[in-house]
């Protein structure tokens, strides 16, 4: 399975913003066992956990630091999985890395076997 993350950029504070996660290599019927979830990466801080959405699209999880902030969707159709970024602040400048795993509800690194490239998010004040 690969993922590739997209539509990063430079966005001033309060906007917001969509970033995709596009997989391929994959059946659709693999792809949609999978829980798909968004980390983020700061530069000098360890890979965190923002959240994810299990194999049908239905049920989300989300680290409680950006709860009310951050959405995540999935288009099964098109195999993309989707993280919405409302009210961005500069703290949220980061690169910004899907991932997926056979497991549900986890939020740390190790447990996700695949993983996208990332994309950069840079938050202006």
């Known amino acids: 399975v690969q993922l590739q993350a997209s539509g990063g950029g430079l966005v001033q504070a309060g906007g917001s913003l969509r970033l995709s996660c596009a997989a391929s290599?994959?059946?659709?019927?693999?792809?949609?066992?999978?829980?798909m979830a968004w980390f983020r990466q700061a530069p000098g801080k360890e890979r965190t956990f923002i959240g994810g959405i299990n194999w049908n699209g239905r049920s989300t999880f989300y680290a409680d630091s950006v709860k009310g902030r951050f959405a995540i969707s999935k288009d099964a159709a098109d195999n993309t999985v989707y993280l919405e970024i409302f009210s961005l602040k500069p703290e949220d400048t980061a690169v910004y890395y899907c991932?997926?795993?056979?497991?549900?509800?986890?939020?740390?690194?190790?447990?996700?076997?695949?993983w996208g490239k990332g994309t950069q998010v840079t938050v202006s004040s």
């Open positions: 991932a997926a795993s056979v497991l549900y509800g986890r939020p740390s690194p190790s447990d996700y076997a695949y």
């Open positions: 290599g994959a059946s659709g019927r693999t792809f949609n066992t999978f829980t």
